[in-house]
């Protein structure tokens, strides 16, 4: 049963009536370009086909009635009366959401809906920014604005960043709002311009998910994040974005060792990214894999953010001979890497780094190829008939 029919077959069951709206917003994998998207950089994800689905109906009282089939829990809040929470709980994401966008003047009315994903939470494949998205396009489907994907990424990164208190960069985000089908997309992360490129002919991506998760990761991140931005203050630069690999070659050696690796991460990352792009557009999968392989070496020395389990099942990926390149991807300290290979052996592929994996480290893993989906969409529009009471004029497509 796919996901859209089991959100809508359970808001059947809890409201007597099919839903006006179903929506969804994918989660991602990025191919290239880690943690340089809050260094104003580059990066190079995908939205995959995983997601997460609302089926909805809107209401007429302003409030918002959510059940989420993943927690098991329901809950509802008033749009003008957001709280932030002591510890944040899966509906904060939708009353931060909220938040940010009446703050920014969007005019929001209520809904109540039925919320599932599968994304895995925790993996690195950003499950949070698939449901944040998926829930600004719930909005957007009940309320009266227009749907424009860089200002609904900006609005659900601040609601992760200053409601949720994660100081994610936009790459997620973004990802997930402008995602194309059978297309990366090469994001600079400080215009928000984008650029889409294919994937070389004969490949395929493969999501390699650890079996573990992250631990405190939002502490890591928030701390590299500073030694980044300490970085770029003693070359004197809005981010590391701004100094390329030879001018950091001179200077580097001014730099606090600690800091010194970290920014040789994101400046030689950045160019990474770069050359990934025109290897994509030349088809040339094993200058991808080489350079995502040096990216997965730079993010376990320099940076610091892989883990045991992430390591082993880059060796084993790497091994096999139907990989063109493989690393970390995500956050890091656990979760999932990812893995460029030849499309014809990837079912053989994932069998294989399967049995390697659990081999060298106990852990069962989750290994499985995926294809670039569409960013966040509204996927069934039937909205009821007659206006809704302070309802018309709502945009419903």
Known sequence: MSLATKVSEHFVTEFAADPAFIVRAPGRVNLIGEHTDYNDGFVFPLAIDHAAFIALRPRDDGRVRAISLDMGDRREFALDDLRPAAEVEWIDYLIGVAWVLQERGYPLRGWEGVVGGDV???SGLSSSAALELAVA????????????????A??????????????????DQMISAAGLQDRALLIDCRSLETESAPLPPGAAVAILDTGTRRGLVDSAYNERREQCEAAAR??????????????YAKRAHELDALIRKRARHVIHENERTLRARDAMNAGDAVALGKLMIESHISLRDDFEVSSPALDAIVDCAKADESCYGARMTGAGFGGCAVALVEADGAKDFVERVSKCYLEATGNQPSLYVTR????????????PPGPLPEASGSRRH
């Not at 900006?154 to 790459?171: R, S, Y």
């Open 120 to 122: 895995p939470i925790g």
């Open 137 to 152: 396009r719930a909005f957007y489907c009940v309320s009266d604005f227009d749907w424009e994907a860089k200002a609904m």
């Open 154 to 171: 900006l609005a659900c990164q601040k609601a992760e960043n200053d409601w949720l208190g994660v100081n994610c960069g936009i790459m």
């Open 234 to 247: 003693h070359f004197v630069l809005p981010a590391l974005r701004d100094i390329d690999s030879a001018t």
């Open 372 to 383: 670039a989906s569409a960013g966040a969409e509204t996927v069934v529009s039937t909205p």
